[in-house]
């Protein structure tokens, strides 16, 4: 990687007029450039850009097709910090990350649970395929093959909650739920003073809300989630990978996945969140 820069930077000198030339038939050399030689601006670029290198993630990886119990980048979730569930797997940075921002919370009298963590490709196709068959219905109520019979109608309505199968930030390792699946909860009393907290500090921590209210800045995607928080450091870098890898053609593998492409899934959904989580 830093030799591409170190390549980059030579470009930028030669446009800045130092290059090879000829004077009175004797060629003169350009400088020799190396780490020591290069304008401290430069180099500070150069270890801003290092530290930042995304990593090799896969397109499996994108979309959830893996185990996070066998990933080496994945760990559990101790029980102490979630519903008691204790299947629940973050990666090990976001883990990190949210243990940090538990404690602090903590000792201004707020408690966060993780409520829900990673989902891969297989738990995230049964959510989906439950409640397009009408298993599981729409918010409660909704038994979505008879409500909405035509596929796009009926994909439509389940993406105001769920993602398709292999669209999904849970797929990641860098998302997760807390506290509550209501948006109602977070609008008054103990809830209100938890999302008070996590708006204030979440980003102390490097974590954004995914998905806020739709507006001029996220006019798409799914519905508002204020218990829904991502590990920005780690989820920008998927999410410009997404932008770059993804398209709604490799969206397969489930019930209804043909309407990916006439919906825009990757653009609306999968690349549809807040300016704070938004990378690129």
């Known amino acids: 990687m830093k030799k591409v820069l170190l390549l980059l930077v030579l470009l930028l000198l030669l446009g800045a007029g130092v290059f090879v030339f000829r004077h009175n038939n004797a060629v003169v ?40 119990a066998t990933h080496p980048d994945f760990t559990k979730v101790a029980p102490e910090f979630t519903d008691r569930d204790g299947t629940y797997y973050l990666r090990k940075d976001a883990y990190a990350a949210f243990l940090a921002m538990h404690a602090a919370a903590a000792k201004d009298g707020v408690q966060l649970k993780v409520i829900s963590a990673t989902r891969n490709f297989d ?52 998302d997760m739920d807390l506290n509550q699946l209501n948006n109602d909860y977070f609008a008054t009393g103990q809830g209100l003073a938890e999302y008070q907290w996590l708006t204030a500090h979440a980003p102390t921590y490097g974590f954004c809300q995914p998905y806020t209210a739709k507006g001029l800045a996220r006019p798409a995607g799914y519905n508002e989630e204020k218990w829904h928080w991502s590990y920005e450091p780690i989820a920008r870098q998927l999410t410009d990978q997404a932008r770059r890898l993804l398209t709604d053609q490799e969206i397969d593998g489930f019930l209804g996945a043909e309407t990916a492409p006439t919906i825009g899934v990757v653009e609306k959904y999968v690349l549809g969140v807040s300016t704070a989580c938004k990378g690129g």
């Open 123 to 174: 738990r995230q196709k049964s959510i989906w395929e439950a409640k397009w068959t009408g298993e599981r219905l729409l918010e409660g109520k909704e038994k979505a093959p008879q409500v909405y019979p035509d596929p796009q109608a009926r994909a439509l309505a389940i993406l105001r909650w769920s993602s398709m199968p292999g669209t999904s930030r849970h797929h990641w390792g860098t």
């Open 29 to 68: 050399e350009p400088p020799q450039m190396n780490e020591t030689t290069i304008p401290p601006t430069l180099r500070d670029v150069i270890a801003r850009a290092d530290s930042t290198v995304i990593p090799a993630f896969s397109l499996d990886y994108l979309r959830g097709r893996f185990d996070p």
